[in-house]
């Protein structure tokens, strides 16, 4: 027999929870190699020994025909001298919890084509079972305690497998080969129908469900990651009834679809949106509105966006078939609260906005809300956006540009993440939310630490918000490791900066809403330049007032009139705009001394706060029922049209060694072509789109010229604007820089914590 070889692969990524075990078990008993594998706290370790020419093989195929769910991201090859191992048959071995941890977490999955065909299939075991999963499907973050990934460290340990799921179990050859999930109705999770008391439902759970959903009612079903509020999204009493009671305002709901025909029925919906709707983490994909769309006007009202996503568990799959093609399926949670994760919090927090509770118990460890993301179609080539990053795709980690050491990163305040780094790794969590209540709160606190506990990783530092009187920054201070305060729009820059691979010098264009300034103003329309360590700002919007404070904030109007004051003083009345005839003139009055007087009226260079002005100052928004009301109507008028048009003069001006945007040259253009010029709200919100445009193009070419910087990126709240974004990414591109935007991080404040990792990091390799 010819002398053979043995060698130690040493694999990380996704390769525990999805089939990669039994995969490398199938190639290595084809190659008739010896050895064994297991899953161990870093990822998977395969040993085999046999012939130089197989074990050659076995290592060159081992990358090429991966499960689904799988992904490689290093594997590390030892060659050491055979023990014997080669006669052996290769084996499947048990678990190696020992050591730090830092495999990878794999995140849930959609209910994949084998279970959907074995769901509907009349004659099989799992026929109708809500819960049905495999090894390449099902939850996998949500339910996770502790690594390594096995059934004991899931929410399904209390489930013992009846003698068919253990068979399948510890088949290697079948599909659901260590599928911790796994479960039949013999033995598996149940699913119940709840009335609003707590009473179970008589008969079959999901068919009384679906009845209730065609009468026009509204349940609170579990999902993967927590609860969604459900109704037949046709069923205009319904939807309009939700809205109501959830207090929603104009805001859209999600949409929830029974295949990617379904979809394209309501929106349009190209090569690249189709592939990210049936992508496996399933994300809600804003997709742009048909005319002939034939749903209840009160699922998105006025709105071009429609935001839809496909099935993620069987559950969902069910009811589509027996309610209709298409449901609402937005967050269920109680207002300024997480959405409810447990039977308990959904039957006490939800009384009142679901009229019935579809739950199951196979707990949900960790809250998970759904992943939103969208297709941009820029000149380059069209690339996926996050506008919200959690289910189908956290716990995935982002690479690091240099080596990190261990940071926990506590975000922002608002759409708070929280990320922690080490080594060549980032690890964002999951949408959070908004930080001002407890339930969050509690929420934000857990995260840090299932996420510590899943990698192991223990920070030297935290890094937190400049604000004082955040959550989040008290949070940090009281960590007892050294505090690292990071400024909200350098947080943005670094944000982007990492989501491109970055480790140089760029400028920055960060636009946003709100953002503590060192010198104690509001900043948010804002042009940096630096790296990770640090920034000078070397542009800005012209500051105006906010007259009320955060109230102007829901009221954009106010800072509509606070503009006119600025800027012409006087009695705005006179001016030819409707958004001033029929206010109260006291009102007016008021508002304008507030301004002149700065009285509870703080300065602030906001984009995000301007784009609200004009939106008032066209009669489009003159009040915000949700954040970022104003400025999406604004967009919603040209939404999908990105044809150039001619911008309103620019003024730059000088001030110290900061170049300052002038907005006033753009009220004169406002006003000019709304009264004698007799121009649309729709042509003028285009002008105003491209008046920015312009003014960032300039700025960035100066800032180029001086500084000999040509990268760019665009951060911040204001670039969900598609308009926007993409108008700057080609002339930007076309004046001869290199535009860097979002893909994998958010670029509104649910990327802050990615940012203030990279500075934390950046300072404690280099301290400025």
Sequence with gaps: MAAGVRRTLRVTGFVQGVGFRPYAYRLATGLSLGGWVLNDTQGVTIVVEGARQAADRFTRSLPERLPELARIDSCTVLSEEPVGEWAASFTIRGSRPDGASGALVTPDSHVCGDCVAELFDPGG??????????????????????????????????????????????????????????????CGPRVRLLLPDGTEAAGDPVDAAAAMLREGRVLAVKALGGYQLTADAAHRTAVAGLRARKERGGKPF????????????????????????????????????????????????????????????????????????????????????????????????????????????????????????????????????????????????????????????VGAELKNTVCLADGDSLFPSQHIGDLKSPGNQRFFKDTIGHLRTLFGITPAYVAHDLHPDFHSTRYARACGVEAVAVQHHHAHMASCMADNGLDRPVIGVIFDGTGHGPDGTVWGGEFLVGDYRGFERRGHLARFRLPGGDRAVREPARVAIGLLAQHFGGDPADLPLGLLRPRDPFEVEVLVKMTERGVNAPETSSMGRLFDAFSALLGVCETVGYEGQAAIELEQLIAWDHTP???????????????????????????????????????????????????????????????????????GGVFLNQHLLIRCEQELTGAGLRVHTHSRVPTNDGGISVGQAMVAAARARAPR
């Design 254 to 409: 999600a949409l929830l679809a029974r295949d990617a025909e379904a979809v394209a029925r309501h929106a349009v919906v190209d090569a690249d949106e189709r592939r990210l709707l049936e992508s496996p983490g399933r994300p809600i994909v804003l997709l742009r509105a048909r005319a002939d769309r034939a749903l209840s006007p009160q699922v998105a009202p006025g709105s071009a966006t429609l935001g839809f996503m496909l099935p993620a568990t069987p559950l969902q799959h069910l009811l589509l078939d027996a309610v209709a093609p298409v449901l609402v399926a937005t967050s269920a949670n109680a207002p300024g609260e997480p959405m409810a994760r447990t039977e308990r919090e959904a039957l006490e927090g939800l009384q009142g906005l679901a009229d019935a509770f579809l739950v199951h118990d196979r707990e949900v460890h960790v809250r998970v809300d759904d992943s939103i993301a969208r297709v941009v179609h820029s000149t380059v080539r069209p690339r996926t956006a996050f506008v919200r990053r959690a289910r189908g795709f956290v716990p995935d980690p982002l690479p690091a540009p240099f080596p990190l050491p261990p940071v926990l990163a």
């Design 645 to 715: 048009a001619a911008p309103w003069p620019l003024r730059l001006r000088q001030e110290q060694d900061r170049l300052v945007v002038d907005h006033r040259p753009w009220l004169e253009g406002l006003l000019a072509d709304v009264g004698d010029g007799g121009r649309t709200a729709a042509q003028v919100s285009r002008t105003f789109h491209e008046s920015v445009v312009h003014a960032v193009v300039e700025v960035c070419l100066r800032l180029s010229r001086d500084s000999g910087i040509h990268d760019v990126v665009l951060s």
């Design 125 to 186: 075991p799992r026929h109708r079972y809500p819960l049905i999963n495999c090894t390449n499907c099902g939850p996998r973050y949500s339910i996770i305690r502790a690594v390594p990934y096995d059934r004991p460290g899931t929410t399904m340990a209390r489930f013992a497998l009846c003698a068919r799921c253990r068979a399948e179990y510890e088949d290697p050859a079948d599909r659901r080969f260590h599928a911790q999930p796994t479960a039949c109705p013999a």
